[in-house]
């Protein structure tokens, strides 16, 4: 069931990543970063636990709230694949969204867009969500791997349209006014 749309859009664009992350502060206390700096984080705390919970929490809510976009870069190589160095790869596939968190290290969330082809390669990923394929790839079909169909929408997001994934179309304000040469007109 391949229903292509023509997406009007096909330029490609950048491959977002939202990274959540623990700051220690001295010995006993820390606290949750985001990158995107309007997120609310809780206070500082002494208790690690209730941090990493919501740090978690927040990166999983950045990853349901945005769509996967099927004409985005791939991520890990604007970050010249940095997460893989010892595997030189083609970027190549769908889009995918991945969750990126060292279970040793449990400080660092990562939330990013990248393609098939490289989110195997990272190490600790777990893919997320997967975009609509932009064009038709030759897949053999022996592959069995049970793709989800479509990103489901998570209980508590009625749809993610609704969160604002998807701009309005940016209005022009800025009306031009014309120059008017002096001496000239009326
Ligand atoms: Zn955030
Ligand atoms: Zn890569
Ligand atoms: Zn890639």
Redesign the pocket.
Known sequence: MTTVHSEPSTERIPGRAWTVRIVGHGRSSASVTCSTAACRMPPRSEDLAVLRAFAARHAAAHAKAATVRPNAW?H??SQR?GAHPDVK?H?AGAVLMILRHDPVMRRVWSVEE??E??APLIPNATVLARAERPRRTPERPTTQTPAPARPSIAGGFSSPAALGAGDPAPVRRSRRSRPRRPGQGR
């Open positions: 791939c890990c190589r694949c790869t970027c990248v393609c082809t490289c």
